[in-house]
């Protein structure tokens, strides 16, 4: 069992940035992969970012170059740096942890949300 916390989450103007962090605990050995989706009210759940255990990572076209996801040391923590946010950053955002057996755990979410 993998247990996630999110945290970060906040209002914050157009432009400005946020810093997402989430922490693991439970059986991380097992973890592959971490990630942030977010839901936006009436849209589906989408990827935002994610970080493979070496390293490698993925982007949605939408944060390309204002977004960064890392990785702590201890591999049990995920942040995800947001910059140049726009109001339709705005959503729900959770933390994703994929196991080598293929099993999705899920943070409960951090709200987002941009606006003047």
């Known amino acids: 069992q993998v247990q996630l916390v999110e945290s970060g989450g906040g209002l914050v103007q157009p432009g400005g940035s946020l810093r997402l962090s989430c922490v693991a605990s439970?059986?991380?050995?097992?973890?592959?992969?971490m990630g942030w989706y977010r839901q936006a009210p009436g849209k589906e759940r989408e990827l935002v970012a994610r970080i493979t255990n070496s390293g490698g990572t993925n982007y949605a076209d939408s944060v390309k170059g204002r977004f960064t996801i890392s990785r702590g040391n201890a591999k049990d923590t995920v942040h995800l740096q947001m910059n140049i946010l726009k109001p339709e950053d705005t959503a729900v955002y959770y933390c994703?942890?994929?196991?080598?057996?293929?099993?999705?755990?899920w943070g409960k979410g951090t709200l987002v949300t941009v606006s003047s």
């Open positions: 994703n942890a994929l196991t080598a057996w293929g099993r999705d755990y």
């Open positions: 439970g059986t991380i050995f097992s973890i592959n992969v």
